[in-house]
Nanobody, 123 residues
């Protein structure tokens, strides 16, 4: 199994930046997909970004494209989400997740999840 632990959430003003990190442990494979999802109060858990663990491919939700960047550091077993030009509508709990293969954009297609980290963007 895979264990995922998110960090880096917090409160930031609109237009600001935040960098989320996900520590990955357990058994992983280069073919795995690693993704970031977010869930606002009363909303479904939505796809944000994904990356192939072995590198070479990324995918983004249209709502964050051009503002967020997902990256992996396999040597350190870490996934990052650089969030720039943050908007109040980005406010949500952000989750790191792992899927068997890349690409995957549906939450149900991910097998392992972190505990989530709160991101709040003020106006």
């Amino acid at each position: 199994q895979v264990q995922l632990v998110e960090s880096g959430g917090g409160l930031v003003q609109a237009g600001g930046s935040l960098r989320l990190s996900c520590a990955v442990s357990g058994r992983t494979f280069s073919s795995n997909g690693m993704g970031w999802f977010r869930q606002a109060p009363g909303k479904q858990r939505d796809f944000v970004a994904a990356i192939r663990w072995g590198g070479g491919n990324t995918a983004y939700a249209n709502s964050v494209k051009g503002r967020f960047t997902i990256s992996s550091d396999n040597a350190k077993n870490m996934i990052h989400l650089q969030m720039n030009s943050l908007k109040p509508e980005d406010t949500a709990v952000y989750y790191c997740a792992s899927s068997a293969t890349y690409p995957k954009v549906g939450a149900a297609q991910y097998d392992y999840w972190g505990q989530g980290t709160q991101v709040t963007v003020s106006s």
